[in-house]
């Protein structure tokens, strides 16, 4: 069993946890018995959840009363204390038990205590919340979704650099193309920052990405980009908009098709069709977000996500850890 991916996991954090995350490994291991769970939180709960539903040799259950909470400021979830299921599953990998963590917990309180244990990656000074966004050719990495507020034009050069390497590591067949999300294409348009970094990419020789210069907001989804870089705001700002537009789209589309005959008639008709287009719009598929820059990859899965979401962030850490992210990022930098 050496050859398994071992996934250090904070039972306790997200909503609906321990029952959602465990029920995720449950699913997960149906489809996938390449993973190895290492299980942070009460082990009285976890227990009577897991029963045998996943055979013993491939989790491990590491018992602990305390957790860090949804309402914990970052500042108070480390001082929480070292025996929380997060700190736990983060020093797991820290002491090289695990090759990856996952939680769905406090996102300020997990990059804090993943900062407080884990080294940065050489020659990058901070790290960004990555994730995955479907677009209309496939998937493309958007990346800072909101770690930095503020950023240099070296910050976001190793954004790309990063980007790069992640998309490289869950698409091995696939050349990635980075651009810089602006208010315009035009190479004058944006802050010097923008501009800066423009400028640096564009000199930049590097056989390891293509970069295409500024991306607008409209063309997130074409998918002639598959690396989309910007700062921690312009990028939480983007998100929270995506998600929302989505949000909009399939409730209304699901009012139009019940509202009526016509409409239920439109419905049957049209169903197979409709069902592609929700799941292509499911956040559920495309969870699992990554702090990227830290020695050790740590995955935040989305608090409010179901079993199958979580169970997708896992298949996420599977496919870095196989793509040896953390070792494409150091020779690209």
């Not at 736990?88 to 993943?114: H, P």
């Not at 390891?208 to 870089?229: A, C, H, Q, R, T």
């Not at 789209?249 to 419905?267: D, F, M, Q, R, V």
Request: proline share 2%; net charge neutral; hydrophobic share 40%.
């Amino acid at each position: 069993m050496s050859d398994l991916i071992n996934i250090a996991v904070d039972a306790m954090g997200g909503d609906g946890s321990p029952k959602k995350i465990i029920d995720g490994l449950i699913h997960n291991h149906k489809s996938n018995q390449e993973n190895f769970f290492r299980i942070f939180g009460n082990k009285k709960e976890i227990v009577k959840i897991i029963s045998d539903r996943i055979d013993k040799n491939f989790y491990e259950i590491i018992h602990t009363d305390n957790k860090v909470k949804s309402t914990d400021s970052p500042l108070e979830a480390a001082k929480r204390g070292k025996d929380t299921s997060m700190w736990l599953a983060i020093e797991s990998v820290k002491n090289k038990q695990s090759d990856i963590v996952i939680s769905a917990g406090n996102t300020g309180a997990l990059l804090v205590i993943a900062k407080l244990n884990l080294k940065m990656i050489e020659n990058i000074d901070k790290p960004a919340l990555s994730a995955l966004w479907p677009n209309k050719k496939g998937m493309s990495v958007v990346l800072d979704l909101g770690a930095n507020i503020d950023c240099s034009a070296k910050n976001l050069v190793d954004f790309s650099i990063m980007g790069a390497s992640l998309y490289k590591s869950l698409y091995p067949t696939e050349n990635p193309n980075v651009a810089l999300l602006n208010i315009g294409s035009e190479e004058l348009k944006g802050n010097e920052i923008i501009k800066e970094t423009f400028q640096k990419l564009n000199e930049k020789t590097n056989n390891d990405f293509i970069f295409s210069g500024y991306i607008e907001g409209d063309e997130l989804m074409n998918g002639d980009v598959n690396v989309i870089v910007s700062d921690g705001f312009t990028g939480n700002v983007a998100l929270k908009t995506a998600e929302g537009t989505a949000n909009f789209i399939t409730s209304e589309l699901k009012k139009a098709l019940s509202g009526s005959i016509l409409g239920k008639l439109s419905s049957l008709l049209n169903i197979s069709n409709l069902k592609k287009f929700k799941k292509r719009l499911d956040p559920r598929l495309y969870n699992g977000a990554i702090f990227i820059g830290l020695d050790t990859p740590v995955v935040k899965s989305h608090g409010g996500t179901d079993f199958f979401g979580f169970s997708n962030s896992l298949d996420v850490c599977n496919r870095i850890v196989k793509g040896n992210l953390i070792d494409k990022i150091k020779h690209n930098i």
